[in-house]
């Protein structure tokens, strides 16, 4: 029986568009502890990285070339994605030395996450977030 998605692979997989995948993998590793998945990572003829996947933590982001599903940022597309990593302070003193710029600084938010939002070179948007405490919904505002 066919397994739906495919073995290893969650649901949900997000895909960014970057101008130069591997300066992508690069930067993603170091700044934020992304690591690839060497073994779905495809090149072109000319030996460039048209695609791969990133592993993050217990989930993927596919990182591609421009195509006729997107362009980067550089020309006007955005996204914003919101991780979940087990340490963020940690993370946050990681990126911010990896040259990250950082969009908005640590803070504590109503739901009871902290959270620091970065953006990469290429201009796409971060948020990595901890959850530290429980929060009673009817208190959220």
Known sequence: MVSNPPEGLPRVVAHL?????GAAIDWLSDAFGFRERRSMRHTSA????????????DSLITIGQPSVHGSSPRVGNSSMLYVYVDDVDGHYVRARAAGAAIVTELEDLPW???????????????A??????????EHIH
């Open 17 to 21: 568009i970057y101008e130069d995948v």
């Open 46 to 57: 000319d030996g460039s990285i048209g695609r791969t996947q990133m592993e993050v933590v």
């Open 112 to 126: 009871g996450d902290r959270r620091y939002q970065a953006a990469d070179p290429e201009g796409h948007q971060w």
């Open 128 to 137: 990595f977030a901890q959850h530290v405490r429980e929060m009673d919904p």
